[in-house]
């Protein structure tokens, strides 16, 4: 994004709407700090700007790779859906793409509002393919790896994004060291990231991973998202 | 798109917060002739059921997922019993309480397939807004919606230059998936504000 300074009028509506605080008033100009402007088009749609400063840029590779990852009406090219993320399970009634025996985990790098430069993913990824974790190859963050210990292209490590999420799943037995590489990396990292369990619901109501989870120390939000079952192949 | 997963808050106000996703599976459902349909009329059951926002009506067409915000676990329920009524074979998620979700599933003969559980926030959380700001800003799962814009609506609700629900509407807008709750989010303002403590 870049706002046209000889437009600016210094209303700072767009200062206040910035979701990474990227966007400052310097001598009654809006001005956005390229390094930690994510390319979110937030500023663009939302700020109402009067006199019509607020431009979006022709991005170059390898900053072009902020926007997937930022804009929510950006849609990946490998996803085929608006966001950051996949079909998970959401439509796990349909395609079983996490079995009985199997977990799932989402991480997303950079939530809640914070953001993340991309080389965080080797984190994870890294780690994870020490583990034998199974990526969801549809996830735009599958993409970005470059071989098979985990590591991701070098010219995008410095991009930064509003976040992005790792997709997987492993066989229920491999879950605790999944957990296990969690809290270690959580002492490491320089942002924030949320994380997502997910699991099939047993017919007699059980959820198989809700006494790992509390052996190993983690506590489950009261609130979730449950796939009720009407879909149909 | 886990964007309605990691909302936070206390129970209480969560009580008025549910989400229902729906979507077909790609290249499985989602190639019927009829799918577009379906998808269509699932769009119209959430909307006939007075959810408090809903994905704009010009994206119905052209979205693969409909998104509709409800306040009242009493509307999801019958939002279930229509969609079964009329199994239309789309898959519905539903976001909110675990509790109240399933007693609802329950009540309308269905059982829960799969969860999606929340573990909450890790790494540098002293990065983090305050929680009662962050109860704002995570109602809309892709952060469109910025910490600083929370504070000041509130600082124009305490002077008294907007009201609390047209500074509910304005914090809304960027949310484009229909998930931000306003109802909600003029509970969360009276309470930033001061009017209601």
């Not at chain 1, 840029?57 to 849609?75: C, N, Q």
């Not at chain 1, 957990?179 to 002492?187: D, G, N, S, V």
């Not at chain 2, 600082?155 to 807008?173: D, H, P, Q």
Request: charged fraction near 20%; hydrophobic fraction near 40%.
């Amino acid at each position: 994004m870049e706002i046209k300074a000889d437009l600016c009028i210094g209303c700072g509506q767009c200062v206040i709407i910035c979701p990474v605080q990227a966007i400052k008033l310097i001598d009654n100009i809006a001005v956005i700090d390229k390094t930690l402007c994510v390319e979110c088009s937030i500023c663009k749609r939302n700020a109402d700007c009067l006199v019509n400063a607020i431009r979006s840029r022709r991005l170059k590779w390898p900053r072009v790779i902020r926007s997937p990852f930022s804009d929510v009406i950006s849609t990946h090219k490998l996803t085929g859906i608006p966001g950051r993320g996949t079909e998970e399970m959401k439509t796990n009634d349909v395609t079983n793409r996490f079995g009985v025996d199997e977990i799932g985990f989402s991480i997303e790098i950079g939530r809640p509002g914070v953001g993340t430069h991309l080389g965080n993913i080797e984190l994870f990824t890294t780690k994870l393919t020490s583990i034998g974790v199974n990526f969801e190859r549809e996830s735009p963050v599958s993409a970005l790896l470059i071989d098979d210990s985990g590591h991701i292209k070098k010219d995008i490590k410095e991009e930064r994004v509003l976040s992005a999420i790792i997709e997987f799943k492993v066989p229920l037995n491999k879950a605790i060291l999944v957990l296990q590489a969690i809290k270690q990396i959580e002492k490491t990292i320089d942002t924030v990231f949320t994380v997502g369990v997910i699991s099939q619901v047993m017919k007699n109501g059980a959820i198989p991973i809700l006494d790992l989870l509390t052996q190993q120390g983690f506590s489950v939000r009261p609130n979730a998202k449950v796939n009720i079952g009407l879909g149909k192949v | 798109m886990t964007h309605s997963l990691h909302r936070t808050g206390k129970i209480n106000d969560l009580k008025s917060d549910y989400i229902i996703l729906a979507m077909l599976a790609a290249g499985i459902n989602d190639k019927y002739p009829d799918a577009k349909q379906k998808l269509l009329r699932v769009a119209e059951i959430l909307n006939q059921n007075n959810p408090v926002n809903i994905i704009p009506k010009p994206a119905w067409k052209i979205s693969p997922v409909i998104t509709a915000t409800f306040i009242d676990i009493e509307m999801v329920k019958n939002v279930i019993q229509t969609l079964i009524q009329e199994d239309l074979g789309v898959s519905i998620v539903i976001s909110g309480l675990i509790s109240e979700i399933q007693e609802a599933v329950k009540e309308t003969g269905l059982k829960m397939h799969t969860i999606h559980l929340s573990l909450g926030t890790f790494g540098r959380k002293e990065l983090l807004p305050s929680e009662e700001i962050l109860e704002i800003t995570t109602m809309c799962g892709h952060h469109c919606v910025s910490p600083q814009s929370v504070k000041y609506y509130v600082e124009l609700i305490k002077s008294g230059k907007i009201s609390v629900e047209n500074a509910a509407k304005k914090l809304s807008k960027p949310c484009v998936c229909g998930i931000f709750n306003p109802t909600r989010a003029i509970a969360l303002l009276n309470k930033l504000s001061g009017i209601f403590s």
